[in-house]
């Protein structure tokens, strides 16, 4: 069965260490998204890509980055530059053009402590 | 630039009531509009989503929904709920004429269903 896959489920790091929550797709889709949800918060977009080797900032990249060298993966690095990392994280995909909406995986929650 | 408003950030209901979770958007252009549904510590799964066509959207699990250009609305209804409808839901826009955008959330609106 096609999906999206994320890893892993709960993630607990000391501050001030990097880490990198995997995020992979077999739905042959172009576009890959992370998000972040804090409660009452809703859904905020960190980064996406549209395409291989290219990718833009959301409205909260500081402190992540992502890389997108294979279509079926975008990981993201949630780096010691983030001040408020412990977060659930989405990563989901999508067809070009929205209109088939997006795709989630099961998503990641990270605590720092 | 686009915005979605959830009115109720929570939605008390007693089983087998009617529902209506509220959402308002912000765009100049036309839009798709999309509502999700998130079970605790899960990703969120597509209920319905508007693209054009019939104002009336239905969706899985017996949800439906109605887009109002004019009071640019997109307001989420069930007849009757039950228990398992107990979730967050979420509604997203995004603009039909860019491709390379990604989807806006609203902030959510917990929906709790007591017997």
């Known amino acids: 069965d096609g999906g999206i896959t994320q890893s892993p489920k709960y993630l607990f790091r000391k501050e001030g260490q990097n880490v990198t929550l995997s995020c992979e797709q077999n739905?042959?889709?172009?576009?890959m998204y992370w998000y972040r949800q804090d409660p009452g918060q809703g859904l905020r977009l960190i980064y996406y890509?549209?395409?291989?080797?290219?990718?833009q900032k959301g409205d909260i990249a500081e402190g992540y980055s992502v890389s997108r060298e294979k279509k079926e993966s975008f990981p993201l690095t949630v780096t010691s530059a983030q001040k408020n990392p412990t977060a659930f994280y989405l990563c989901?995909?999508?067809?070009?053009?929205?209109?088939?909406?997006?795709?989630f995986g099961s998503g990641t929650r990270l605590t720092v402590v | 630039a686009q915005s979605v408003t959830q009115l109720d950030s929570q939605v008390p209901v007693f089983e087998e009531a009617p529902v209506e979770l509220r959402c308002n958007y912000s765009?100049?252009?036309?839009?798709?509009l999309f509502w999700y549904v998130q079970y605790p510590n899960q990703g969120l799964q597509l209920l319905l989503k508007?693209?054009?066509?019939?104002?009336l959207v239905k969706g899985i699990n017996g949800f439906e929904a109605e887009f109002n250009k004019s009071q640019t609305s997109f307001h989420l209804r069930k007849p009757s709920v039950h228990i398992s409808d107990t979730a967050e839901y979420f509604c997203?826009?995004?603009?039909?004429?860019?491709?390379?955008?990604?989807?806006?959330f609203g902030k959510g609106t917990t929906l709790s269903v007591s017997s």
């Open positions: 765009s100049s252009v036309s839009v798709y």
């Open positions: 890509s549209q395409i291989v080797n290219d990718f």
């Open positions: 997203a826009v995004s603009d039909q004429g860019q491709a390379g955008t990604a989807l806006i």
């Open positions: 508007y693209l054009s066509g019939s104002t």
């Open positions: 739905l042959n889709h172009d576009a």
């Open positions: 989901a995909s999508s067809i070009t053009g929205q209109s088939g909406g997006y795709t």
